[in-house]
């Protein structure tokens, strides 16, 4: 079946540090991958998606590759700030099923 | 324009007893689906829709039922609570069935406590 596997947290850095989340998928067909992140208090927001292989989803300085021969498809930032601090979830749609990853808890120190 | 609304925001309920979570969007969009978010797990899909009076399983159906008599609404109906069922539930919603391609926007949740 279809799974997404992302690294635990809780992850703490320092502000303008370099951040990456691991995530790696299993599906049995041609998924497409996202990012969303939830804010405290509130509902998951779209971050970034790639709907192909080698497709990159970006979007507010965060980047992801869609890595086919590695099934990964990991987040990444350059500098990250205060307001980054939320939690991170990894997913995958194959045709309408919907799999999340576990969250990454990120805390941004200033 | 106020998006993907659910009601209530919290709610206590004694094993046994039966409720109806609601969930309403006003974007037109035909995808609609529930999930639960439970700690260490993520997100998981309860049931979805792809249109008015369409509905399917998802990944965790069982002690759940919808119905999508609307477009606008997708109600959850739990119809014998259990401890198990403890879990923040989310509402989404995307402008077709093929949610692929389309961005999902989520309810700001129900935390639902099951004594």
């Known amino acids: 079946g279809n799974s997404v596997t992302q690294m635990e947290g809780p992850v703490t850095l320092s502000e303008e540090a370099f951040l990456t989340i691991n995530c790696t998928y299993t599906?049995?067909?041609?998924?497409?991958l996202f990012w969303y992140v939830q804010y405290p208090g509130e509902g998951l927001q779209l971050l970034l998606k790639a709907t192909k292989a080698d497709d990159k989803g970006s979007n507010k300085g965060f980047e992801a590759t869609y890595r086919k021969e590695t099934t990964s498809f990991h987040l990444e930032k350059g500098s990250v700030q205060v307001s980054d601090s939320a939690v991170y979830f990894c997913a995958l749609d194959d045709d309408n099923d919907m799999r999340f990853g576990a969250g990454t808890r990120l805390t941004v120190k200033p | 324009n106020a998006g993907v609304t659910q009601t209530p925001k919290f709610q206590v309920l004694k094993t046994g007893q039966s409720m109806t979570l609601q969930c309403a969007q006003d974007?037109?969009?035909?995808?609609m689906s529930w999930y639960r978010q439970d700690p260490g797990m993520g997100l998981r899909l309860i049931h979805y829709s792809v249109g008015a009076g369409i509905t399917d399983q998802g990944e965790v159906p069982n002690g759940y039922n919808v119905s999508r008599s609307t477009t606008e609404d997708f109600p959850l109906r739990l119809l014998s609570a259990a401890p198990s069922q403890t879990s923040v539930y989310f509402c989404?919603?995307?402008?077709?069935?093929?949610?692929?391609?389309?961005?999902?926007?989520f309810g700001p949740g129900t935390r639902l406590t099951v004594l």
């Open positions: 974007m037109n969009h035909e995808y």
């Open positions: 599906a049995t067909g041609y998924p497409s």
């Open positions: 989404a919603s995307s402008y077709s069935g093929r949610s692929s391609y389309n961005e999902q926007f």
